[in-house]
């Protein structure tokens, strides 16, 4: 599974961390800047590329956004599997909520305000 963050400022190193710890092996977490031109290639003419979103690529999908982390979730840890209750929320509900924390960052240095 490989997860693409949008950036390479502490919260995003932060929240790969996280990512890391909850989740077993096989998750490759790269920045935007680093991914390979192959991947970008691929990817790059599907609708959802352009949107500004962590983007996780799995079984030949592109996930976006608050999908994009259930995803990630999928692998985690027997005991971070609790957390994926969340995700039986409506995906609207989680979207909103994933907008406000990535309209609450400033946008120099992608960290939360």
């Known amino acids: 599974m490989l997860v693409i963050i949008d950036g390479d400022?502490?919260?995003?190193?932060w929240?790969?961390?996280v990512?890391?710890?909850l989740c077993k092996s096989g998750l490759d977490i790269v920045p935007l800047e680093s991914v390979s031109s192959e991947i970008l290639?691929?990817?790059?003419?599907?609708?959802?590329?352009?949107?500004?979103?962590?983007k996780v690529?799995?079984?030949?999908?592109?996930?976006?956004?608050s999908q994009a982390v259930a995803e990630v979730m999928h692998a985690a840890r027997w005991y971070a599997q609790p957390l994926r209750?969340?995700?039986f929320l409506p995906n609207t509900w989680l979207d909103r909520?994933?907008?406000?924390?990535a309209?609450?960052?400033?946008?120099?240095?992608?960290?939360?305000?």
């Open 103 to 113: 309209r609450n960052r400033k946008s120099n240095a992608c960290e939360l305000r």
């Open 97 to 101: 909520g994933y907008d406000c924390v």
């Open 9 to 13: 400022c502490s919260f995003c190193r």
């Open 85 to 87: 209750l969340v995700f």
């Open 41 to 54: 290639t691929t990817w790059s003419s599907h609708p959802n590329w352009a949107v500004d979103s962590i």
């Open 19 to 21: 990512l890391l710890s």
């Open 15 to 17: 929240a790969s961390r």
């Open 57 to 65: 690529i799995s079984a030949g999908k592109l996930y976006i956004k």
